[in-house]
């Protein structure tokens, strides 16, 4: 008989914090699908809970120059090699260009749920005041690597595009063709970075040049490479299979 109450209690307990959570940060908008996987919605909870009792600037560590290591370039190392598993046959070309002038022609445009739509060049975001930190990138794929990323707080862009105050997602579109989102609360995180730089240089072109995404606060494969939109939004807007969910990965990724 003891076993049982125990079990109920649990589950209130669990069930409790999940529909806190979900008053917590939804509201009434939508909240990003699970598509039915088990796994999907142990993920939501998981959000839901951090969302709930951790607090919303709380920082990762940062390292001294003296831990450093080497990191690898995984996944995209360049998005205009069309013998890439990731290439877009629109997009690539456009990269390519870029990169042969040295990114000038780059422009990082921000949209959606803002007041003030703009497209931004390199040397805007480098105008913007910069922030240095070395943090521990943490892989999927079980690795973990420690860097020195230099670059503009994606909440300094965001103020200047005027993101609404009703907005609650920020999706990020990059030229490997890639689309991810992040909620509000991580995007406007003093550490939440858009990194143009990485061990006192120019961010190389395998590791994302011009700017990456760097979300310190989750697992490596949400620090998305190659930036070239922005979009904000309220509602969570489902890329289908340029996404990561239809694929089984985790949207929220919280360590």
Not at 35 to 61: E, K, S
Not at 107 to 113: C, H, K, P, Y
Not at 131 to 152: K, M
Not at 192 to 204: C, E, I, K, S
Request: glycine share 10%; charged share 20%.
């Amino acid at each position: 008989m003891t076993r049982p109450r125990l079990l109920t209690s649990r589950r209130a307990i669990l069930g409790g914090l999940v529909g806190a959570g979900s008053l917590a940060v939804s509201g009434c908008t939508k909240s990003p699908p699970t598509y039915g996987d088990v796994l999907r919605m142990g993920d939501n909870f998981t959000y839901q809970a951090h969302r709930l009792l951790l607090p919303a600037n709380a920082l990762v560590r940062v390292y001294s120059r003296q831990d450093i290591t080497s990191m690898p370039a995984t996944g995209t190392t360049d998005p205009s090699d069309p013998k890439g598993d990731s290439y877009d046959a629109k997009l690539g070309p456009l990269y390519r260009r870029d990169a042969a002038n040295a990114f000038d022609g780059w422009r990082l445009s921000v949209e959606g749920a803002v007041a003030r739509p703009g497209s931004y060049s390199l040397d805007f975001l480098k105008r913007l005041p910069a922030q240095t930190q070395i943090t521990r990138h943490t892989c999927e794929e079980g690795w973990t690597a420690i860097a020195e990323w230099t670059g503009a707080r994606l909440s300094a862009l965001l103020q200047i595009a005027g993101a609404r105050a009703n907005a609650r997602f920020v999706h990020f579109h990059t030229y490997d063709a890639q689309i991810d989102s992040i909620d509000m609360v991580e995007a406007l995180h003093p550490q939440t970075l858009l990194a143009y730089g990485m061990n006192g240089r120019d961010l190389p072109i395998s590791h994302g040049a011009p700017v990456r995404l760097r979300v310190e606060r989750q697992i490596g494969y949400k620090s998305m490479k190659f930036l070239r939109r922005i979009v904000v939004s309220e509602n969570f807007i489902d890329p289908g299979a340029a996404g990561p969910i239809q694929s089984g990965w985790a949207w929220y990724t919280g360590i």
